[in-house]
């Protein structure tokens, strides 16, 4: 008996998807924000870092938590099945 899992089926939902185009971007702006913030003695662009790197996190958590269940759920169907067949 041996559950495997789609990774791609997985992926294809929805809000990973939205996760995965908004939290990389995001992500990148608050490196840059950071690095050039830094180099230019910019308190405002700490401000910036602060805020994206907080949100890219969040998004970050959200998107692990909802592919563990969604894993959790394809393991669940692919025992279910194997019970009966």
């Given amino acids: 008996m ?3 899992l789609d990774k791609k089926s997985i992926r294809r939902d929805k809000l990973l998807r939205f ?13 840059f924000s950071l690095w050039i913030g830094q180099y230019a003695g910019s308190p405002f662009l700490g401000k910036i870092f602060v805020i994206s790197a907080a949100l890219a996190v969040v998004i970050g958590l959200i998107y692990n938590v909802r592919f563990v269940i969604l ?15």
Avoid at 19 to 31: H, K
Avoid at 76 to 82: D, E, L, Y
């Fill in 2 to 4: 041996t559950i495997t």
């Fill in 19 to 31: 996760c995965m185009y908004t939290g990389i971007p995001l992500s990148l702006v608050a490196v």
């Fill in 71 to 85: 894993s959790i759920r394809e393991v669940k169907r692919q025992q279910a099945s194997n019970r009966q067949g």
